[in-house]
């Protein structure tokens, strides 16, 4: 029902930033909420940020401060900005969304490779 596109991966220093994109179509409801979670080798997919149509975020602790979240709920897209970006943020990168009733309905991208490295 719903297909998430990310877009904006690369390489880039540390120190340096980068900003993510995600293109979400099909059948959206008015209520959501948009985010992003990555995935290191060998670990487990853990939450970046999150943002709801209300407006609420999540951030996990290690971004705070240096990554901003953004979404445009007209357009169903969400953003990632990731400034003094760090070695230990090089993962894939993957978009998500969750609707329904008690946010039962997830979705995923198919991911995007960010990697930082001198």
């Known amino acids: 029902q719903v297909q998430l596109v990310e877009s904006g991966g690369g390489l880039v220093q540390p120190g340096g930033s980068l900003r993510l994109s995600c293109a979400a179509s099909g059948t959206i409801f008015s209520v959501n909420v948009m985010g992003w979670y990555r995935q290191a080798p060998g670990k487990q997919r853990e939450l970046v940020a999150t943002l709801g149509t209300d407006g609420s975020t999540n951030y996990a602790d290690s971004v705070k401060g240096r990554f901003t979240i953004s979404r445009d709920n007209a357009k169903n897209t969400v953003s990632l900005q990731m400034n003094s970006l760090k070695p230990e943020d090089t993962a894939v990168y993957y978009c998500?969304?969750?609707?329904?009733?008690?946010?039962?309905?997830?979705?995923w991208g198919q991911g995007t490779q960010v990697t930082v490295s001198s």
């Open positions: 998500n969304l969750r609707q329904g009733t008690y946010y039962t309905r997830t979705y």
